[in-house]
């Protein structure tokens, strides 16, 4: 393969000062690694000081791991949401690992080691929503500052001993938290049964949430007290942005983003014969 890139540069950070609908079809690819750390394909919808959103890609059976310029700790919490292919990653500080499916979704805070590996066929696409956001400080720049590992750890022989003595102690070491639909617990809009939320984060850093919308049913007019980003997971959804006595009105596909500035009045739907989903991100 040939190497893209030899030093650390930072990402874009696309920004918007009123309601966008940000199409995956028209996106830029932001090459991400060099040969040793591997490389990565990143789709960035939007990445400010309150919101970083992006997807990232991984041909099948490849993977990133770290180097001396691209290393994999950073100072925030970060949200993984797995779109296609299989995701496996790694704490090669711990060895810690897990193997994560489409739908499934992986949480974890700063200060923590992780390699991604593409246990797949197919290509892999992860959603991600990372905060406090790159542009405080707290990727690449954060990451120079964090002792370098130079012995990676993939074996759980260690954590299987710790078991043995103390079924707790592998528990207070756990990385990355797993997250599967099974485990969700719902809330129910009484206004609007159609409509079905789940909360994947919620920390003082990060609030992610999942909505699910039936079809022919629609959400009510919100008002945002703060800044919003998302992307539709499955099927399409209608953004109405009320403002000034009109009403725009944006189709969202699969993979599309929006952003949405604070106070925006808003509300979603769904017009088609399927059950639809997204993932909203609020800043904190």
């Given at each position: 393969m040939t190497e893209i890139?030899?030093?650390?540069?930072?990402?874009?950070?696309?920004?918007?000062?009123?309601?966008?609908?940000?199409?995956?079809?028209?996106?830029?690819?932001?090459?991400?690694?060099?040969?040793?750390?591997?490389?990565?394909?990143?789709?960035?919808?939007?990445?400010?000081?309150?919101?970083?959103?992006?997807?990232?890609?991984?041909?099948?059976?490849?993977?990133?791991?770290?180097?001396?310029?691209?290393?994999?700790?950073?100072?925030?919490?970060?949200?993984?949401?797995?779109?296609?292919?299989?995701?496996?990653?790694?704490?090669?500080?711990?060895?810690?690992?897990?193997?994560?499916?489409p739908g499934d979704s992986i949480f974890f805070q700063k200060d923590t080691w992780h390699h991604g590996f593409n246990f797949s066929d197919e290509y892999l696409q992860v959603l991600e929503f990372f905060s406090p956001p790159p542009l405080l400080g707290t990727s690449g720049v954060y990451s120079k500052t964090k002792p370098y590992i130079e012995n990676i750890q993939y074996s759980i022989e260690s954590r299987l001993n710790d078991c043995l003595l103390n079924t707790n102690v592998t528990n207070k070491k756990k990385s990355f938290t797993i997250i599967k639909e099974k485990d969700y617990i719902w809330?129910?809009?009484?206004?609007?049964?159609?409509?079905?939320?789940?909360?994947?984060?919620?920390?003082?850093?990060?609030?992610?949430?999942?909505?699910?919308?039936?079809?022919?049913?629609?959400?009510?007019?919100?008002?945002?007290?703060?800044?919003?980003?998302?992307?539709i997971i499955l099927g399409e959804v209608l953004v109405e942005i009320y403002s000034d006595n009109k009403i725009e009105k944006f189709k969202l596909f699969e993979k599309d983003g929006f952003y949405l500035p604070k106070n925006t009045e808003h509300k979603f739907l769904n017009l088609s014969k399927k059950k639809s989903s997204l993932i909203v991100c609020e800043a904190k």
């Open positions: 890139m030899m030093t650390y540069k930072p990402s874009p950070k696309p920004d918007f000062d009123k309601p966008t609908h940000i199409e995956y079809s028209y996106m830029k690819i932001h090459k991400w690694g060099d040969k040793e750390a591997g490389y990565v394909d990143d789709w960035i919808y939007i990445s400010n000081k309150k919101l970083h959103q992006i997807i990232f890609g991984l041909e099948p059976r490849c993977c990133f791991k770290h180097s001396k310029e691209f290393r994999t700790i950073f100072g925030a919490d970060e949200l993984l949401y797995v779109l296609s292919g299989i995701f496996v990653i790694s704490n090669p500080e711990t060895g810690e690992t897990h193997k994560v499916f809330s129910l809009d009484e206004n609007n049964p159609g409509i079905f939320t789940t909360i994947l984060a919620n920390t003082e850093n990060l609030f992610v949430k999942k909505i699910t919308i039936l079809p022919n049913k629609s959400s009510h007019i919100i008002k945002l007290k703060v800044e919003k980003s998302l992307l």
